[in-house]
């Protein structure tokens, strides 16, 4: 079974730094693409990043570009989610969401639990 | 970017009944969209990909249909662990998603 499992979340500053993990499990992690997608506190889903599977290709929401870096490590099975520059608007819950099949964008087929990022001073 | 708007915001039905969820994208995806159902506290869940297949492990009373900007996500008959939020996403010009749908009980 696909497991995903995300970490690195918390209560940050405006301004300040932090790094999200996700541990997968189950399938052959290098094959497929690795997705962030968060949701604001009583919102709606909103992708973040996309990276593909050999970690050659990332691609940003314009929400997020140039603050945040997302990466891989396909030898440790884990994608990573470097955020930079943080605000208030990007508090949320973020997931770490796989791609169904090997494409760059896709549909995401399998889900982790999510973590709260909370930015506030 | 493409928008997708989905429509009604609230559903409210009963168990059985027949639910019927709309998806408008601002511009033709062909049939690259997707529907998700979101319960309380839970991560998103796959239902339908490239606007008609299910999912794997997707009862046969979810379907999808539609093509272009106009989709369609209907679930033939309530049951109570349908009633949640439902979304749609594309994946034909970059990645959105719908607003949401609440499939609420009457």
């Known amino acids: 079974d696909v497991q995903l499992v995300e970490s690195g979340g918390g209560l940050v500053q405006p301004g300040g730094s932090l790094r999200l993990s996700c541990a997968a499990s189950?399938?052959?992690?290098?094959?497929?693409?690795m997705n962030w997608v968060r949701q604001a506190p009583g919102k709606g889903l909103e992708w973040v990043s996309a990276?593909?599977?050999?970690?050659?290709?990332?691609y940003y929401a314009d929400s997020v570009k140039g603050r945040f870096t997302i990466s891989r490590d396909n030898s440790d099975k884990t994608m990573y989610l470097q955020m930079n520059s943080l605000r208030a608007e990007d508090t949320a819950v973020y997931y770490c969401?796989?791609?169904?099949?090997?494409?760059?964008?896709?549909?995401?087929?399998?889900w982790g639990q999510g973590i709260l990022v909370t930015v506030s001073s | 970017e493409v928008v997708l708007t989905q429509s009604p915001a609230t559903l409210s039905l009963s168990p059985g009944e027949r639910a019927t969820l709309s998806c408008r994208a601002s511009?033709?995806?062909?049939?690259?969209l997707a529907w998700y159902q979101q319960r309380p506290g839970q991560a998103p869940r796959l239902l339908i990909y490239?606007?008609?297949n299910r999912a794997t492990g997707i009862p046969a009373r979810f379907s999808g249909s539609g093509s272009g900007t106009d989709f369609t996500l209907t679930i033939s008959s309530l049951e109570t662990e349908d009633f949640a939020v439902y979304y749609c996403?594309?994946?034909?010009?970059?990645?959105?998603f719908g607003g949401g749908t609440k499939v609420e009980i009457k």
């Open positions: 969401a796989k791609s169904e099949t090997g494409y760059d964008f896709d549909y995401f087929d399998s």
């Open positions: 189950g399938f052959t992690f290098s094959t497929y693409g």
């Open positions: 990276i593909s599977g050999s970690g050659g290709f990332t």
């Open positions: 511009e033709s995806v062909g049939s690259y």
């Open positions: 490239d606007a008609s």
């Open positions: 996403q594309q994946r034909s010009n970059w990645l959105t």
